[in-house]
């Protein structure tokens, strides 16, 4: 893939090109034709909404100090594993001491 662009910028972002098929690639991802031609149209409209966010002016907005990420201490943990026979009684399905679940992810190449 080196070598390739997957963006080919031509002026404001709504007129932005992307190659969808190589991306998919990319991120090793089965992509069918319909499903391409959708995101050939709303990649570059989602590319587009984030450039015009991007584009807010912000020089008069003040950043507030006071804000911050709350977190409460663990005052009263419990013993690891208290709960786990409860939890997998509870599951549709599970393998020894864990929850089955469907596989959602391939691991074809």
Known sequence: ?????FLCMMGPMSDIKVDVKALAELV?????????????????????????????????VSEDTSLRNVTRPDENPHEAGLYTD?????????????IAVKQVISRKK
Not at 1 to 5: H, N, Q, V
Not at 38 to 52: H, R, T
Not at 86 to 98: F, H
């Open 1 to 5: 893939m080196r070598g390739r662009f």
């Open 28 to 60: 090793r991802m089965e992509v069918g034709e319909a499903e391409l031609a959708k995101l050939q149209e709303e990649i570059p409209a989602i590319i587009g909404f984030v450039e015009m966010i991007a584009a807010v002016d912000t020089s008069g």
């Open 86 to 98: 409860d939890l997998l009684a509870g599951a549709p399905a599970r393998e020894g001491n864990r």
